[in-house]
């Protein structure tokens, strides 16, 4: 199937048009497009969707709307509504955007609104509206350790059973969040629940990753290298991942670790690097003298993964990371935390109730990894990445496997399901 995609457009708040007559009218709502996994993931959907209906992609804000950021198809709306650091300026942005979501709504007639992220989810229901209201949801509420404290009850507790229960369907990236937005959450049975997987273009991705670095950085790659990729956040583990590797580094000398992502946690992990006795450097002209490398934001990370030994994804939890199957199509081999929940899925893992194993679990794919934070976990991850970087044979194995397994996403297979929900009564 070939999907031609609309030229992207930019909407005053007073418009009123539509761009294809006999479509859809989809409005898509998401916090902002900076250049995570979920916007991503959102501007992708944007563009299939785009191909047959009416979108319009509108953040709180255009701040976030940088010329970097991942391109979107259909319409740009920006709602020109920022948040202050107090809680009454909070309150005010969360009510002026609920009112300026309804009367968008209204005004360009919508039929369906799609929301990403938790934020987006709450102004798509409050809006109100004869739409149809789905929630994307990807990513575990149950084992999110970023929702805590007075506002993580309430949100536990009172917005997500409430309001997920009024959406008219619910989308996630995987069963298991599926089934605890049900069984601990008590979202209501009368939601239309249904999982879909990311999809990726594999062949033009591995096109894309073949692609040489800048600079002349193949020299980072003489030397067996572990990579990873993601927002340098604290809830994707890179902490652990550090401390794996400076007992990697004992026994070998010539191993490097390569982070690609910039983010808060940064000059944490540059802290940690000093206290495990880790060179380290994000210059570039110290990329190859140092054991880990900082290489911060870059426009084509398939590139990098695709010339490193191994790939290490170490989070806590996941919903359906783009990194990790990105790393699987620029055949790189994948050692993975069995987080909470995607990572099991993608890897076709056996069926395992909880996340509390302690060994290594060597699939067809890849590995699957007890989290870095439970017991022992750190000597288990250390001698199961000294053990790939010493072991081409079964790299080459996986490797092969993998691509295999991560070509079952395809756009193909993905897309239909994503049009019998927008298009079902």
């Known amino acids: 199937m070939a999907f031609v995609l609309p030229h992207q457009m930019a909407l005053p708040l007073h418009a009123d048009f539509c761009l294809m007559a006999g479509s859809k009218n989809i409005l898509m709502l998401i916090p902002n497009l900076g250049f995570g996994g979920a916007e991503k993931s959102f501007a992708k959907l944007s563009h299939l969707l785009a191909a047959k209906h009416n979108v319009y992609v509108a953040v709180f804000n255009k701040d976030s709307y940088t010329k970097e950021s ?63 209201k789905i929630l994307s949801i990807r990513g575990s509420k149950t084992y999110d350790r970023n929702i805590i404290g007075i506002s993580g009850w309430l949100r536990k507790r009172i917005l997500i059973p409430y309001l997920y229960s009024k ?8 069963k298991g969040i599926s089934e605890e937005l049900k069984n601990d959450f008590g979202v209501s049975n009368n939601v239309h629940f249904t999982e879909i997987f990311n999809y990726y273009d594999v062949e033009a991705m591995q096109q894309t990753a073949s692609q040489p670095l800048p600079q002349n950085f193949d020299d980072l790659f003489q030397q067996p290298a572990i990579i990873s990729h993601g927002r340098l956040s604290h809830e994707k583990g890179f902490q652990y991942l550090l401390q794996a590797f400076a007992q990697i580094k004992k026994q070998n000398k010539n191993a490097r670790l390569i982070l690609v992502g910039d983010g808060p946690y ?58 990790l199957a990105e790393a699987m199509i620029a055949g790189v081999t994948v050692v993975v935390s069995d987080c909470p929940w995607g990572p099991r899925d993608i890897l076709n893992g056996k069926p395992l109730k909880g996340f509390q194993f302690q060994d290594a679990e060597y699939t067809e794919n890849g590995v699957l990894l007890p989290m ?16 790939l970087l010493n072991d081409e044979i079964l790299r080459g194995k996986m490797k092969k496997n993998a691509l295999q397994r991560i070509s079952t996403f395809s756009l193909n297979n993905i ?8 298009d079902g009564n």
């Open 70 to 132: 991942y391109p979107h198809g259909g319409t740009f709306i920006d709602l020109e509504i920022t948040t202050g650091n107090s809680i009454l300026k909070k309150a005010k942005a969360f009510f002026d955007r609920i009112k300026k979501v309804k009367a968008l709504k209204k005004r360009l007639r919508i039929d369906v609104t799609i929301s990403f992220l938790e934020g987006a989810d709450y102004i798509n229901i409050l809006a109100g509206g004869k739409d149809k």
């Open 167 to 174: 959406a008219d369907a619910i989308v996630t990236v995987n």
């Open 266 to 323: 940064k000059q944490t992990l540059l802290a940690l690097c000093e206290e495990y006795q880790l060179t380290n450097s994000s210059v570039w002209d110290e990329a190859n003298r140092v054991d880990v490398f900082f290489a911060g934001y870059q426009s084509n990370p398939l590139s990098w993964l695709s010339k490193a030994t191994v790939f290490a994804l170490p989070s806590f939890t996941e919903g359906f990371p783009n990194a």
């Open 372 to 387: 870095l934070d439970q017991e022992n976990a750190i000597d288990t991850w250390s001698k199961t990445l000294a053990k």
């Open 415 to 422: 897309a239909d399901k994503w049009y019998q929900i927008v």
